[in-house]
C-alpha cells in the first residue's frame, strides 16, 4: 500500500461554520445590552458545546460599536 492511497483512504473531517452578528438591543427589563455583553454570553455557551471562536470584528467606531461579527467553527 502506498502512502498516497492512505491519505485518500482516510475519511475527510466536516467542519462545521457558524457565524454571527451580534447587536445592542433592550433586553426584557427594557435595560439596554451591549453587542459586546450579548458575544461574550454566547460565546461562553457555544465553546461549552464544542464550538471554538475563529474569527471576531467590529461594525462601528471605537467608542461605539454598531455590531459584532463572530465566526465559530465544529469539529
Not at 483512504?9 to 426584557?28: F, H, I, M, N
Amino acid at each position: 500500500m502506498h502512502v498516497a492511497d492512505l491519505v485518500i483512504d482516510q475519511p475527510q473531517q466536516q467542519t462545521q461554520q457558524l457565524v454571527r452578528t451580534y447587536e445592542g438591543a433592550l433586553d426584557l427589563d427594557n435595560t439596554f445590552v451591549t453587542a459586546e455583553c450579548k458575544f461574550e454570553r454566547d460565546c461562553l455557551n457555544l465553546s461549552e458545546d464544542g464550538w471554538r471562536l475563529k474569527l471576531v470584528s467590529h461594525q462601528g467606531s471605537i467608542i461605539f460599536t454598531h455590531a459584532v461579527v463572530a465566526t465559530y467553527e465544529k469539529e
